[in-house]
């Protein structure tokens, strides 16, 4: 049951464009989602994340929209840059001190290569 | 400040053996989870372990344990290996429930572990 989807496995995108990377989630528990951008031979490392009470954070050049109703989330990177190029995970947890049982576990998509070409 | 840091870094196992995965979490964390990354997919939680105890576990058989020492850093034990087994075993770390954000997460690089 994959409960956070990524469905575009790649994107392309110019330098200088704007890169959309877009995500999907079923369960309605999640109230915290994360992106993380992997580069080949490291782990991933925290990008920009943001609480379900909100349905927009910015952080530079990076922007994540949350559409709860949609169950839906984007993370924006404008300009883009070549050193962006990486996989790009979502993920998502629920609060652990709020009852549940998750201990904060992240739950991640499949991710998304992006390039960005100079 | 050290970060995640995990040994060792690349692994090769034969059918049936056992390994052992070790890490060492970022100062001031005493939360540390371990995930399995397939080719091509996202990380997947196999289990927490927080004040020396499993909190938490995935969908993971049995043949995958761990164990936390004092000191907080951590073990991961895979039993009678299979080629499925094959994978990047990521580390991460956090403070534990009483403090921090629960969702900043520290990866370590990895294990990248290879069954023949």
């Known amino acids: 049951d994959q409960q956070v989807k990524q469905n575009s496995p790649s994107l392309s995108v110019q330098e200088g464009r704007i890169s959309i990377l877009n995500c999907d989630y079923t369960n309605s528990m999640f109230d915290y989602f994360l992106w993380y951008k992997k580069y080949p031979a490291e782990g991933p490392t925290f990008l920009i994340s943001i609480s379900s009470i909100k349905d927009k954070n910015e952080d530079g050049r990076f922007t994540v929209f949350l559409n709860k109703s949609a169950k839906h989330l984007s993370l924006h990177i404008v300009p883009s840059q070549p050193g962006d190029s990486a996989v790009y995970f979502c993920?998502?947890?629920?609060?652990?001190?709020?009852?549940?049982?998750?201990?904060?576990?992240?739950?991640f998509g499949q991710g998304t290569i992006l390039t960005v070409h100079p | 400040d050290a970060g995640v840091t995990q040994s060792p870094t690349h692994l090769i196992k034969t059918r049936g053996q056992q390994v052992t995965l070790r890490c060492s979490p970022k100062?001031?964390?005493?939360?540390v989870s371990w995930y399995q990354q397939a080719l091509g997919q996202g990380p997947q939680f196999i289990f927490q372990?927080?004040?020396?105890?499993?909190?938490q576990r995935g969908n993971f058989p049995d043949r995958f344990s761990g164990h936390q020492f004092p000191n907080y850093s951590s073990e991961l034990n895979v039993n009678a290996l299979l080629l499925g087994d094959s994978a990047l075993y990521l580390c991460?770390?956090?403070?534990?429930?009483?403090?921090?954000?629960?969702?900043?997460?520290?990866f370590g690089p990895g294990t990248r572990l290879t069954v023949t």
């Open positions: 993920a998502a947890t629920s609060n652990p001190n709020a009852g549940g049982t998750s201990y904060g576990k992240l739950t």
């Open positions: 100062s001031g964390h005493d939360t």
């Open positions: 372990y927080y004040e020396e105890e499993e909190r």
């Open positions: 991460a770390s956090r403070r534990g429930l009483a403090g921090g954000p629960y969702y900043e997460q520290y």
